[in-house]
């Protein structure tokens, strides 16, 4: 997937980071399917949300630190 134009450098920076470390999109990839399975069923629905937490605010806080 090519990298957009407009991205910061510092983001670009982090993402092949993230990139290089093998085993961490898996693991998030694991985690975010398992949370949103979790998350559709009325009986685990606040296990799902809280597995899904962690992520979304992972997701937020690189946002805000390294694309502004």
């Not at 993402?15 to 998350?39: C, D, Q, R, S």
Request: net charge negative.
């Amino acid at each position: 997937m090519p990298v957009p134009d407009d991205l910061p450098d510092n983001l670009v920076k982090v993402m092949m980071a993230f990139m290089e470390i093998k085993w961490l999109m898996p693991l998030i990839a694991v985690e975010e399917i398992t949370g949103g399975l979790l998350f559709i069923t009325n009986k685990y629905r606040a296990l799902g949300a809280l597995i899904l937490f962690p992520v979304l605010v992972g997701i937020l806080l690189t946002a805000i630190i390294h694309a502004f």
